[in-house]
Each structure stands twice: as structure tokens, then as C-alpha cells.
């Protein structure tokens, strides 16, 4: 047992500007990290192989089955190390709000994967972290697009397409100010992913405009933000939010803090992630505004708000 050793990992939360779900289908996404969340995961030498976090603090082969997918992140990644018989703790601690829409899954995932790659001091390339974090993605979520595992890991913005090599994208648009707000109600993407799959199964014409409006107003977007439009920007977000709602994966507490950010001026609102809770975001053109729609969300009931300019590349 090496006594002395021990790895550190680190993977932040992440938002989805626009095409969450019409992203399962092959559609384009944007999405970006959002560093002001994150997860960091330490690996040290124990006597057997336990997991320390916030939900539970024992031997890692007895975790309850909501931490099936961190469970089978380490087993996986220790046995691409080839070291399945080692015995460690892995200690994770976390800043993102779980179940939000904000990737903890996926970052719990990633941060993982480098606290046991540093352990070992053996590279950590995204080649070799991706396919581990999505496999533990699969657990959590089903039929995971791969963006959250993307966006999660990197350290810029993405426009996605599933599997696509990943194309990084500049978010960059002057005077635009991101509000991100947690309903404080956990999200359900697990069941909003199958409930759309289902809808599709049943319905396929019109399930299928719906997703593939969402990749033109996706198209959109990334010409908003070439263009550095953020009126155009704000606009094709509160279409995304319409057909997101027919897709039946918004909710009351959703509309709710929308409809308000909207009533304050913001230029466009939408959920963000999963949805069926989680987070939603509202997009404005000065910090002043941005801070006036954020105490309004909070007045009407969120449980946090963020602000990030988009005028900054992440
Ligand atoms: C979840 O953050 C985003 C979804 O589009 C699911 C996925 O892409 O895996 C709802």
C-alpha cells in the first residue's frame, strides 16, 4: 500500500444553453461548464475500498442503489488501471446542487476518474474519460447524449452533437448576462428522457417536429451568439422553452420562475438540463437587469440564483 500517496480530481457543473433531450435525438446543443459549481474527489490508501460523501460513508460494495453509478465508475476505472484489487477511500465533496440539471452525475463521474488516475500518475486524457464517465452516465440517466459528460470535463464551450468529435464553440456575446436558478426541486432527467422517448413511440410525427424545431432554434442560437445578437439570442430561448413544454418535461415551478424572469425583462427564459424541476435560466443585456431578475426568481421561490456573463469566453 503506498502510504504516502494520494490523488486529487476535479470536475465543475455545467449549463445547457439550448437543446437538452432534442440532443438524445442527434440534434445540435449548446452547452457550457459553469465553474461556479464543482466536485472534487480525493483517493488516498485505506485497508479496504470505501466511499466517503455526502449521502454515504462505507465499504463501496454496500452503497445504496443511488450510488450504483459511482460504484461502477470506480470498479470500472480501477479495473482500465488495472488495479481492481487495490483497497482506497474516495472522498467527494460537492459544491452543484444534486439532481438540478447542472451534470453532478456526470461530474461526480469525471472527478472521480482523475482522482484515481492522479492517484496512479497515469494520464488522464479525455480519450480515456469520456467513455468511463458515460458509462457511469448510462446507470444514472439511461440513455445519456454524452453532453454532460462533455461539458462537465472540458473547460470550454461546446456545440454538440452526439457522437461528433466534440467542436468547441466561442460563447461570447457583449452585454449578455445569464441567470441560472435552482427551483430547489429535485429534477427528474432519468424519467423526463424516457417520458420523451415514450411520447415518441406513441406519436413520432409530431414528437419528432417538436425535436427537430429544437435543433433549428439550437442553429439559431449559435448564429445569435456568432452574430453577437442577444436580442435574437433571448427570442429563439423562449421558443426552445415552448416546444420543451410540449415535450412535457417543464413544470409548474418552471413556468413559474419563467414566466416572472420574463415579466422583469429578461430577453429569454427556458429550463435548462433535464427538467421536471432543476434549474431554469433567463438571459438579460446588462448586470443591473440581470441582478433585478434574479432577486425576482428568488421572491419567487427559487433557492439560488447565479449570474454569468456570456460577454467572457469560458
Ligand atoms: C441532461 O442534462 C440533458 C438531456 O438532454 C439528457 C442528455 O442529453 O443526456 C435531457
Known amino acids: 500500500m503506498n502510504k504516502e500517496k494520494i490523488g486529487y480530481g476535479q470536475a465543475c457543473g455545467k449549463i445547457i444553453l439550448m437543446g437538452e433531450h432534442s440532443v438524445v435525438y442527434g440534434e445540435p446543443a449548446i452547452a457550457f461548464p459553469f465553474q461556479e459549481t464543482y466536485i472534487s474527489t480525493k483517493v488516498e490508501p485505506n485497508i479496504t475500498l470505501v466511499l466517503d460523501c455526502h449521502y454515504f460513508s462505507g465499504e463501496l460494495s454496500e452503497v445504496p442503489h443511488q450510488l450504483n453509478s459511482v460504484k461502477e465508475v470506480i ?3 480501477l479495473k482500465t488501471l488495472q488495479q481492481e484489487n487495490t483497497t482506497l477511500k474516495v472522498t467527494i465533496t460537492s459544491t452543484i446542487p444534486a439532481e438540478r440539471g447542472m451534470g453532478s452525475s ?5 472527478s472521480i476518474v482523475r482522482a484515481l488516475y492522479d492517484y ?14 458515460n458509462g457511469a452516465e448510462k446507470i444514472a440517466h439511461g440513455n445519456p447524449s454524452g453532453i454532460d459528460a462533455a461539458a462537465t470535463s472540458g473547460k470550454e464551450s461546446l456545440f454538440f452533437i452526439k457522437g461528433h468529435p466534440l467542436e468547441p464553440f466561442p460563447m461570447n456575446v457583449s452585454n449578455a448576462f445569464l441567470i441560472v ?12 428522457v424516457r417520458d420523451v422517448a415514450r411520447l415518441f413511440e406513441q406519436n413520432k410525427q409530431s414528437v419528432s417536429q417538436h425535436i427537430t424545431e429544437l435543433g433549428h432554434l439550437t442553429k439559431l442560437a449559435k448564429q445569435a451568439i456568432l452574430t453577437d445578437d442577444v436580442h435574437k439570442l433571448g427570442n429563439v430561448m423562449n421558443q426552445a422553452q415552448e416546444q420543451l413544454k410540449a415535450l412535457t418535461v417543464s413544470n409548474e415551478q418552471l413556468d413559474q420562475l419563467v414566466f416572472t424572469a420574463r415579466k422583469n425583462g429578461a430577453l429569454g427564459a427556458k429550463l435548462t438540463g433535464g427538467g421536471r424541476g432543476g434549474c431554469m435560466i433567463a438571459l438579460a443585456d446588462s448586470k443591473e437587469q440581470a441582478v433585478k431578475i434574479a432577486a425576482a426568481i428568488e421572491s419567487a421561490g427559487a433557492v439560488a440564483t447565479w449570474i454569468q456573463s456570456l460577454g467572457v469566453k469560458n
Open 106 to 110: 456526470a461530474a461526480t463521474a469525471a
Open 75 to 77: 470498479n470500472q476505472t
Open 120 to 133: 496512479f500518475d497515469e494520464p488522464c486524457t479525455q480519450e480515456v474519460l469520456l467513455p468511463l464517465v
Open 181 to 192: 436558478a435552482d427551483t430547489g426541486i429535485k429534477g427528474q432527467t432519468r424519467a423526463a
